[in-house]
């Protein structure tokens, strides 16, 4: 089988080394890919959000399936027009990938199947908007409906706040189009926790939870992220509320998507919190892999990954290969430019890869590297995740630190607390 995998991050190049150990892959090809994909696959050149780049490629090298890694191709319909021209793709339509694309869908789709979510209101107009704030509880969340880089959700601490960010986004237009509709939503407290699974869009095949942690500094200090590091599985997340979440949120929401004519073959990503009862509510979904949940889930998955990604894009899980999950837990710690999530410097050389991938039961994704010349140097925000693998979290951390401890680039900066309340677990 001939496949391109599509997006350039870690996710990706863990998605890419996943497919690489199948039996039935011919040829593996990355656009754009990084230096850490380039070592195991051809990296091509091209734009995913290009989605007429990506099929005029899919159609030369004559490619048996396309998986997609980020949200932003799925939005634009780049499997809906793969899909037109009779190709195997993993990962949902436009229409159904608005399940992450807009909220005010995500959120209308969960009221009307009762799936168990946050209150919230849907407001285009900012009067409107400010009368209904001044009465509310504190805190309260204020989402802009479409894809806003993660910039999207604002927490209100206090009335006026939550004024300032619908004003931001409905009036100022921060956001764009994306800010056209606004959610103000009730402010659910408990600990979150990231839930995979795959789905044709009939059937369903759970994979595992994560946890990831979305500030850039430690103790959840500082801006929010893409993600800092993450482990898996999460610890409180044991079978019977496994079942439960499969039950009253992801087998609703797939059998509501398909009622509503949206084809969803891809993996399912829910944002889930832990509320006082002990049962989860959604945070929001998602459409394609966590970044960097993907780079401790895919190392967990025993059997052919690629087998089951075809059979999802085949729709026709049911003979999809056996795959296992491992019952071991993986740590991963991003190595971030200095000054991200805001402005950083790129183009600095990467060392010490050699010695730190050497380390048993490590492996290092790479995210924002490239190789010029001989040299591997930083191209991106979020550089390299360091994750291990190994039977506890305790020896996982340890081993993720340490190979993190032996890699440097100019300005390197990461977290020091990834998965440190699960050391005694
Ligand atoms: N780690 C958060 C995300 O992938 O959206």
């Not at 608005?98 to 009067?127: C, H």
């Not at 499969?246 to 059998?255: A, G, R």
């Not at 999802?312 to 190595?335: F, H, M, N, Q, Y």
Request: include cysteine.
């Amino acid at each position: 089988m001939k496949v391109l995998v599509v997006g350039s991050g870690g996710r990706e190049h863990a998605l890419t080394i996943g497919i690489s150990k199948s039996p039935s892959l011919d040829r593996l090809f990355v656009m754009p890919g990084n230096a850490g994909t380039d070592e195991i696959a051809e990296n091509t050149p091209g734009n995913p959000e290009n989605p007429i780049e990506v099929l005029e490629f899919v159609k030369k090298e004559k490619i048996d399936l396309v998986v997609v890694g980020p949200e932003m191709p799925l939005v634009l319909g780049l499997a809906d027009l793969l899909r037109e021209e009779k190709k195997l793709v993993f990962g949902p339509s436009s229409d159904a990938a608005r399940i992450e694309g807009s909220k005010v869908f995500a959120k209308e789709l969960m009221t009307q199947y009762r799936i168990p979510t946050g209150k919230a209101r849907i407001f285009s107009d900012f009067n409107l908007t400010k009368s209904y704030i001044e009465n509310l509880k504190l805190p309260i969340v204020i989402k802009a409906d479409g894809l806003a880089a993660g910039k999207g959700v604002v927490i209100a601490r206090n009335h006026e706040e939550a004024e300032d960010a619908a004003y931001s986004m409905l009036i100022e237009k921060r956001f764009g189009d994306a800010g056209k509709k606004i959610l103000v939503e009730e402010f659910l407290t408990g600990e979150e926790v990231s839930f995979f699974v795959l789905t044709d869009g009939k059937e369903l095949l759970p994979l595992t939870s994560a946890q990831d942690y979305k500030r850039v500094y430690d103790g959840d200090e500082g801006p929010n992220t893409g993600g800092m590091g993450s482990y898996a599985p999460c610890p409180w997340m044991k079978n019977e509320m496994i079942d439960e979440t499969l039950e009253k949120i992801f087998e609703p929401v797939i059998y509501a998507l398909k009622k509503e004519g949206h084809l969803y073959q891809g993996v399912l990503y829910g944002g889930l919190i832990r509320t006082d009862d002990d049962s989860l509510k959604v945070l929001e979904f998602n459409c394609r892999f966590g970044d960097p949940e993907s780079q401790v889930i895919i190392p967990l998955i025993e059997g052919d990954f690629l087998g089951v990604l075809a059979s999802v894009a085949e729709g026709d899980l049911k003979k999809a290969p056996k795959i296992r999950l491992s019952k071991k837990k993986a740590v991963t710690v991003v190595l971030a430019s200095g000054g991200y999530p805001e402005n950083y410097r790129t183009g600095f050389e990467i060392s010490g890869l050699e010695k730190a991938s050497s380390m048993k039961e490590v492996i290092i994704f790479h995210a924002g590297t490239k190789r010029i010349g001989g040299k591997v140097v930083t191209s991106g925000g979020r550089v390299l995740n360091v994750t291990a693998v190994a039977p506890t979290y305790a020896d996982a951390r340890k081993k993720a630190y340490e190979a993190a401890s032996y890699i440097f680039f100019e300005n390197m900066h990461y977290r020091k607390d990834i998965a440190e309340r699960v050391m005694n677990h």
